[in-house]
């Protein structure tokens, strides 16, 4: 709780910061944010058909502060997402759990193309479980910080605008976390087991794209690669992100989202037969639901 609360201030303080250039219109920064609580419920009563009463609500911080001047230009990316659901007699389970900050500091060298240096750290705020057919835990899977990826390394960049762009970086250290000591003896995500953390050396390829193609609907997609070269550089850890956002009105918005994650270091929750046991595999997280957005 308290490393929650540590970078929940953080974040905020950085927001408080970056807010009061924003409101100044000579300002070199860019700034755009989206506050959004999304809400889901079903209910049944006497229904033929049959279903599961269920409550879920996620609540998504997402800020882009981009830095502009002469031929030096700064894009960060915040994110910060939490959700709950709750079914019948199930009691409540988190469906989010992200933390992502990304950061590109660029040079231009010719049109479009910049030389960089990037920034990348992703994690999670708490707890998460392996559960039961009958709903009770069967056992801990990740943590606050565990996992946490942090990158990072000099590359080269396009930049068409803001809202499309790319990097690459083929000489980028990546550290592997895990701070809860229960996983780190279990020698999850990698780490050697007793160990808190791992050490990769590889090829970084970082992508952003995004577009409105209707009226009041945008997409955005979100590519991270990674390969490490000092362990099986073929495998490449993948992670992909598609949003769908969807403008009612200023305030009310449907927001639908996938996210795709493939990393040879991580076993997944698996079952065969009524039997749960770890392995390779494709992680795949949806989410979708309508609520109040606040943008500015």
């Not at 955005?220 to 550089?233: A, F, G, H, K, V």
């Amino acid at each position: 709780m308290k490393k929650v609360v540590l970078l929940t201030s953080l974040f905020v303080s950085l927001l408080c910061c970056l807010h009061a250039q924003e409101t100044n219109p000579d300002s070199i920064w860019k700034i755009h944010g989206e506050n959004t609580f999304l809400i889901n419920q079903s209910t049944f009563s006497n229904w033929a058909a049959g279903g599961i009463n269920s409550l879920s609500a996620n609540l998504v911080l997402n800020y882009d502060f981009n830095y502009k001047k002469d031929k030096w230009s700064w894009d960060n990316k915040v994110l910060a997402a939490y959700g709950l659901t709750k079914q019948k007699d199930l009691g409540w389970r988190k469906n989010d759990d992200r933390i992502l900050l990304n950061s590109l500091l660029g040079y231009q060298a010719a049109p479009k193309w910049l030389y960089t240096f990037f920034m990348n750290f992703n994690s999670q705020f708490a707890n998460g479980y392996n559960y039961n057919a009958d709903g009770s835990r069967e056992a801990l899977i990740s943590a606050g910080l565990a996992p946490a990826y942090l990158s990072f390394g000099p590359g080269i960049a396009y930049k068409e605008s803001d809202n499309f762009r790319f990097n690459l970086s083929p000489a980028s250290p990546r550290f592997v976390f895990v701070t809860n000591q229960e996983l780190a003896d279990q020698g999850a995500f990698g780490v050697d087991p007793g160990k808190k953390s791992r050490f990769e050396f590889g090829a970084s390829f970082d992508a952003y794209y995004r577009k409105n193609i209707m009226e009041n609907i945008g997409i955005e997609n979100i590519l991270r690669l990674y390969s490490n070269y000092l362990e099986d550089p073929k495998n490449v850890d993948v992670d992909y992100t598609l949003n769908i956002f969807m403008k009612v009105n200023r305030f009310v918005s449907v927001n639908a989202g996938v996210q795709m994650i493939y990393d040879d270091n991580t076993d997944v929750p698996k079952e065969r037969d009524g039997v749960n046991y770890k392995g390779k595999g494709l992680q795949v997280k949806q989410i979708f639901g309508a609520g109040f957005t606040y943008k500015f």
